[in-house]
Structures are given as structure tokens and as C-alpha cells.
């Protein structure tokens, strides 16, 4: 089983920086893919970065060249990076690891950016 814990959310200023974090419960190199996924009140739950195990990623239009996602294997942790930031990035922001096919999620942090 696979345990996933954000933090770092919080209330921001537009134009502001935020760093998530989701700290897992194993080696996050035994992960196929870890990502970041957003849901806003009323919304789906959308994708806003991904990372292979191989280090490659890819981001969601919304998110390119404001948000990075990175890893620090020794913290089995991933984070997300968010610069330059919108009223409409407000979400609540979910980490998600698939280990063995399985889809494994976080409980979710608020971020809430004011304009």
C-alpha cells in the first residue's frame, strides 16, 4: 500500500509562489509516474504535471513555464514549484502515484490565490 501526504498549500497573493510537496510512503523510483492534479469547486479533477520514473515530464498548457515539477529521492518526496500565480489556479491540488497499475492519491491541499 502506498501512502501520499501534501502540504505547502495555502493562501497566496496573484502574481505569488507557492512549493507543494507530497512526501510518499516508498521509494518514489518504484512509482511508473507521479503527478500533480487539480480540482476546483464544481470542476473535474485535472492534470497539471507528471513525472516518469525516468525523469521525464510534461505539464498542462495552464501550468507551462509557471509550475515545476521535481523530485528529491532521498526525501521520497515530489514537489510542485508555482510561480506567477492566478485566482484561477485555486484549487485543491491532489498528488497521484501509480504503483503496479494502481492509482494511489493523496488527501489533497488547499491553495487559494487572491486577487
Known amino acids: 500500500q502506498v501512502q501520499l501526504v501534501e502540504s505547502g498549500g495555502g493562501l497566496v497573493q496573484a502574481g505569488g509562489s507557492l512549493r507543494l510537496s507530497c512526501a510518499a510512503s516508498?521509494?518514489?523510483?518504484?512509482?511508473?509516474?507521479m503527478a500533480w492534479y487539480r480540482q476546483a469547486p464544481g470542476k473535474q479533477r485535472d492534470l497539471v504535471a507528471i513525472?516518469?520514473?525516468?525523469?521525464?515530464?510534461n505539464y498542462a498548457d495552464s501550468a507551462k513555464g509557471r509550475f515545476s515539477i521535481s523530485r528529491d529521492s532521498a526525501k521520497n518526496t515530489v514537489y510542485l514549484q508555482m510561480n506567477s500565480l492566478k485566482p484561477e489556479d485555486t484549487a485543491v491540488y491532489y498528488c497521484?502515484?501509480?504503483?503496479?497499475?494502481?492509482?494511489?492519491w493523496g488527501q489533497g491541499t488547499q491553495v487559494t490565490v487572491s486577487s
Open positions: 513525472v516518469t520514473s525516468g525523469g521525464n515530464s
Open positions: 516508498r521509494n518514489i523510483f518504484s512509482f511508473n509516474t
Open positions: 497521484k502515484a501509480i504503483y503496479f497499475g494502481i492509482e494511489n
